[in-house]
């Protein structure tokens, strides 16, 4: 069964950085969207950012300028650089990708276990 791993989370001061990674635990046929989303405690869960397999990008607002979504389409993987971080961007990350893991398969969405960014001094 694939899964989608995420790593990099951790705790950093604001104003810090962060790059979280996400990418398949096994082979895949295909892999066209790609976002990060989050949930802080009480909240519900936000797309924070996205990109296609042609690299169009779309970020939430509150993002702009300071995150920057990418990704290796080689490894079929996916980042979220985020500098100049805030204490309202702690939350829990999750990785979304709409995929098929054979060519014959349908297009599914899977989700990453979360990987926590807490910002605190």
């Known amino acids: 069964q694939v899964q989608l791993v995420e790593s990099g989370g951790g705790l950093v001061q604001p104003g810090g950085s962060l790059r979280l990674s996400c990418a398949p635990s096994g082979s895949i046929f295909s892999i066209p969207k790609m976002d990060w989303y989050r949930q802080a405690p009480g909240k519900q869960r936000e797309l924070v950012a996205g990109i296609s397999s042609g690299g169009s990008t779309n970020y939430a607002d509150s993002v702009k300028g300071r995150f920057t979504i990418s990704r290796d389409n080689t490894k079929n993987t996916v980042y979220l650089q985020m500098n100049s971080l805030k204490p309202e961007d702690t939350a829990v990350y999750y990785c979304?990708?709409?995929?098929?893991?054979?060519?014959?398969?349908?297009?599914?969405?899977?989700w990453g276990q979360g990987t926590q960014v807490t910002v605190s001094s």
């Open positions: 979304h990708g709409l995929l098929a893991i054979r060519r014959s398969d349908p297009f599914r969405h899977y």
